[in-house]
């Protein structure tokens, strides 16, 4: 299984990027997709994952409204769209993937089996 993370940039506060999440290796259809990020000098934390087959969706509070994660089937390739970013929004950003997700860890990154390599997400004031 390999996850390619792309789409970060430089933006200013109020600006949006929009990162995508290559997946290979297998169908990805009974998988959770996950994003997640992390500042300098902070824990990993959870930003919004996505239940492939049924499309459900989760998100943290705070980017809740303003983020919002999906997917494309025939490419196999899971989105996150972030709108009014702000400077606090500024960390790596990673995608990650697990079979064996429950609702209970779905914010926990050591759930995930499979990451991505990362990808740089700045927001300046």
């Known amino acids: 299984v390999q996850l390619q993370a792309s789409g970060g940039g430089w933006v200013q506060a109020g600006g949006s990027l929009r990162l995508s999440c290559a997946a290979s290796g297998r169908t990805f259809r009974s998988y959770t997709m996950g994003w997640f990020r992390q500042a300098p000098g902070k824990e990993r934390e959870f930003v919004a994952a996505?239940?492939?087959?049924?499309?459900?969706?989760y998100y943290a509070d705070s980017v809740k409204g303003r983020f919002t994660i999906s997917r494309d089937n025939a490419k196999n390739t899971v989105y996150l769209q972030m709108n009014s970013l702000k400077p606090e929004d500024t960390a790596v950003y990673y995608c990650?993937?697990?079979?064996?997700?429950?609702?209970?860890?779905?914010?926990?990154?050591?759930?995930?089996?499979?990451w991505g390599q990362g990808t740089q997400v700045t927001v300046s004031s």
């Open positions: 996505l239940r492939w087959s049924a499309g459900t969706t």
């Open positions: 990650a993937a697990s079979l064996r997700i429950i609702l209970t860890t779905i914010r926990t990154p050591s759930s995930y089996d499979y």
